[in-house]
């Protein structure tokens, strides 16, 4: 004779233990915040135009907008590259700037992962 078909056993999931670590003013817990990175000039630039080039032609598709964004950008004198260069180191270290300050509050523990989710 056949033998039934086993019956699903319904997983039942425990709590997971709520560790006391620091919170933000709505309680939320507090994230550790991602390091930045340099920001490319191109991205600076493609920020600034995509739009006007979008105001232009509404229906510009992502591929085309892109390929548009690289002609110009390639098409640029190197004194305007050069512009965008600059503009984006000065994006990157603000951003870092703000970050080194959100990472100085932040408490020990929270820095410690940071630095061992950065080695990993």
Do not use: C
Request: net charge positive.
């Amino acid at each position: 004779s056949a033998t039934p078909p086993p019956v699903p056993v319904p997983k039942v999931s425990t709590p997971t233990p709520v560790i006391a670590s620091p919170t933000t003013l709505n309680n939320q817990p507090m994230k550790v915040p991602k390091r930045p990175g340099a920001m490319p000039p191109f991205a600076l630039f493609s920020q600034e135009m995509r739009s006007k080039l979008q105001a232009e032609d509404p229906d510009i598709g992502f591929g085309d907008l892109g390929r548009k964004l690289g002609e110009m950008w390639h098409a640029l004198k190197e004194e305007e590259k050069e512009d965008y260069r600059r503009r984006a180191r000065e994006v990157a270290d603000a951003k870092m700037k703000s970050w080194k300050e959100t990472m100085s509050t932040m408490p020990a523990h929270k820095q410690l992962e940071m630095e061992r989710q950065k080695r990993a």
